[in-house]
């Protein structure tokens, strides 16, 4: 059986300060080092190490290989007989899903073209390093306080194959978060009948466009080139 730590407990040295988090394969907890600085330690499920131990390690694996700002930082790896877990860096402010749903905020064009330049080279980055996130989703982007995005969460993230983990998966995630941006200004309402996305956003041809062929709709696109080509156009054309 796991063990779920409380708040206060230690954990090879590092003070649990409460549960954030808890999925198929793992309990995540907000902690701290013996220096007081805040940091992340994902403590992997039992069962699922029993039956899916290559999987869970993807994300240490992956995240060791990455050193950049725009990604939490692996520390650490603890390993005893009743506990496997790791250590990732805190990466502080708000995630978009809060952003977008507890607080509201409304995001702008601007806003949005700047947002998706971020983002766009964060792909960038690990498409380069040969890595597909797949799960890039408001829960998974932080927003800092200088307003740069860290993009975490690497627990499905895999090496692309071009089979089954390809780079149109990070396309099809990428279109899917800037609808939800759209969504908080663009929006109109056409009734009780439900519509689709690009039947309901009160965004240009070229924008309708861009988005389709992110989701797979249209014609998809087949390198990051294109995409970078298209938003430029796009944030162009709103100056």
Not at 172 to 179: E, Q, T
Not at 227 to 232: P, Y
């Amino acid at each position: 059986m796991d063990k779920y730590y409380q708040p206060g407990e230690t954990l090879n040295g590092y003070t649990i300060l409460n549960k954030i988090g808890e999925g198929r394969y793992g309990i995540v907890y907000l902690a701290e080092n013996s220096n007081f600085k805040k940091c992340i330690i994902k403590q992997l499920k039992k069962d699922t190490l029993k039956t899916s131990k290559k999987k869970l390690y993807y994300e240490q694996e992956i995240l060791k290989s990455i050193n950049n700002p725009k990604f939490p930082a692996f520390i650490e790896k603890l390993e005893d007989e009743d506990i496997q877990a790791y250590v990732l860096e805190y990466i502080s402010g708000k995630v978009f899903e809060d952003l977008l749903f507890n607080d509201e905020y409304v995001f702008n064009k601007v806003q949005i073209y700047k947002i998706a330049t971020q983002l766009l080279e964060i792909i960038a980055i690990l498409h380069q390093q040969n890595i597909v996130h797949r799960d890039i989703r408001p829960p998974n982007v932080i927003l800092r306080g200088n307003r740069d995005i860290v993009l975490i969460d690497f627990g499905l993230a895999r090496y692309i194959d071009n089979k089954k983990y390809t780079q149109q998966t990070d396309y099809w995630y990428f279109g899917d978060f800037l609808i939800h941006l759209y969504y908080t200004s663009c929006y109109q309402d056409l009734g009780l009948e439900e519509k689709a996305w690009y039947e309901e956003l009160d965004i240009n041809e070229h924008e309708k466009l861009f988005l389709k062929k992110l989701m797979g709709i249209e014609d998809s696109y087949t390198n990051l080139q294109q995409i970078e080509n298209d938003l430029q156009e796009i944030k162009n054309e709103s100056l």
